[in-house]
């Protein structure tokens, strides 16, 4: 098993690798960090000495003075050194740099610097680094106005607010899931022995000092994205029109896009019935791509689900008898409750790393319509049990 800390735990990407860590704890227990061991030298040092491996992520980001920017992230990286110094202590460090490494601002230049101060301690103690230079980010749970720009988008879109393009140019993008497959798969590397004696260095053993350009998976204009987002709300938002998630960059927009809506005001959403009197019509699923829909009934008093998935979309609409839905955002303690009523057909739209359930509250059976944009599959991973 290997031990992993994340500095930067509480952050967007920090946020996404230290869950996705979390489901496989027969390979990683994770090792909990908080920002203010970075204001706690002792904190920092049991820390470090803890860790087989250390994710760097903590930086900042975006700063009205760029000098601010720059020496805070130097400072980060000085710190989490001196810790490792100070305490004899050679975890791999992974570090989150980035494509503006070669660009000419102090942010870029912050990452670049930092790096190299990692390789130079790597060196002079005979410890495993891995620089990782990473394109652009984009996923749920990114924050608006800071991590990126499809963030911003989705935040305005849902909030009333007018997005606009500073500069309308290609975008080399890499989804929040596939940035963290790819830092777990480094930690993987060479896990044995990860904490070799100094003294090896001295017999000619050096450990692995790497600097990898992690590849981008998507390229887009950024004036085609938000066109993309815009027909997300027309269409979501007057009919619960579901995209084509055929594409895997679309899957993906859509999942993030979704969990910038306020859940609270926005579900359950009413379904159209038309009646006449052979009786009741309703269309419960508008989509443009696949998957699979799924029927079920449930009496009275009974609760199904209680799990959450990364990947997968899923909605549960009602159609006959009362339900409530819950769904709370994994890692955190807040829980979102509707009630439906079969009477007024509706439903509810499942985020991504939100675990849901649907309980039947009424004296009847419970008539439900699942739909998730994947065929359900025994065996695949992406279903994980936690209670609401």
Request: net charge neutral; with cysteine.
């Amino acid at each position: 098993m290997i031990k992993v800390g994340i500095t930067g735990q509480p952050g967007f990407v920090g946020t996404h690798l230290y869950n996705t860590l979390g489901l496989k704890p027969e390979q990683f227990k994770r090792i909990p960090f908080e920002d203010e061991f970075f204001q706690k030298e002792e904190k920092l040092k049991e820390f470090v000495q803890q860790c087989d491996a250390i994710v760097h992520l903590a930086a900042m980001n975006r700063h009205n003075d760029p000098e601010v920017i720059y020496e805070t992230n130097i400072r980060l990286v000085k710190q989490l050194i001196a810790a490792c110094e100070e305490t004899n202590s050679t975890p791999h460090i992974l570090f989150s740099s980035s494509t503006q490494e070669e660009r000419d601002n102090l942010y870029g230049k912050s990452k670049k610097e930092g790096r190299h101060l990692l390789e130079e301690w790597a060196k002079r103690n005979n410890a495993k680094f891995s620089g990782l230079v990473i394109p652009n980010v984009f996923g749920p749970f990114g924050h608006p106005y800071y991590n990126s720009f499809i963030a911003t988008f989705c935040h305005q879109l849902t909030h009333n607010e007018k997005p606009k393009i500073d500069v309308d140019g290609q975008v080399k993008l890499i989804y929040v899931g596939e940035l963290v497959e790819t830092i777990i798969k480094k930690i993987r590397e060479n896990p044995s022995n990860l904490r070799l004696p100094r003294s090896e260095a001295y017999r000619g053993h050096q450990r692995s000092i790497k600097t990898i350009s992690v590849p981008h998976n998507y390229e887009v204009k950024v004036s085609d994205v938000l066109k993309k987002l815009e027909t997300y709300k027309d269409n979501y938002y007057k009919y619960g029109m579901i995209p084509s998630l055929d594409d895997p960059f679309d899957r993906n927009l859509w999942n993030t896009f979704l969990c910038y809506i306020n859940h609270k005001s926005f579900f359950p959403f009413h379904l159209k019935l038309n009646t006449d009197n052979r009786g009741s019509f309703v269309e419960t699923v508008k989509l443009n791509s696949g998957g699979q829909i799924s029927f079920s009934t449930t009496v009275p008093g009974i609760t199904r689900g209680n799990h959450f998935h990364t990947r997968k979309a899923e909605r549960f609409a009602v159609i006959k008898g009362k339900a409530r839905i819950e769904f709370r955002k994994i890692g955190t303690d807040k829980v979102y409750t509707f009630e439906l009523d079969g009477k007024k057909p509706s439903f509810v739209d499942m985020p991504i790393w939100f675990t849901h359930n649907i309980s039947n509250t009424g004296d009847e059976e419970l008539y439900t319509i699942f739909w998730i944009n994947e065929h359900y599959d025994p065996n695949d991973p992406d279903t994980y049990f936690e209670n609401v």
